[in-house]
């Protein structure tokens, strides 16, 4: 059903390189050391989503990965502030200390 109007269809303007050359319409492929990594990378992806669904059971899912991160952070915020109350109570130990033995002297 027409209602009078022709559309044409739309050109194809080509991509120009740098000196005016035409793109072409094939890519170089990619080098052989990235479509490696790539593909290790999606296989890492499988195995997690493996464990995630409890086909595998030789990796941490990724809720228990998220957990010992948050562990592990926690844990070394604790170590940091245990160092610097360690530190503090020195601080304290020998201010109140050189104080103690003046009074005492006088």
Known sequence: MSDGFEVDPPKRTPILLKGG???GKTRTPHPAAFRAYMVELVKAGCAQGDCDAGVRHDGLITAEGQELTRM???NRQSKMER???SQAAAWFARE???RAAEVRIH
């Open 72 to 74: 592990r952070r926690e």
């Open 21 to 23: 050359a035409e793109m």
């Open 96 to 98: 109140t200390g050189s």
């Open 83 to 85: 160092d610097d109350l």
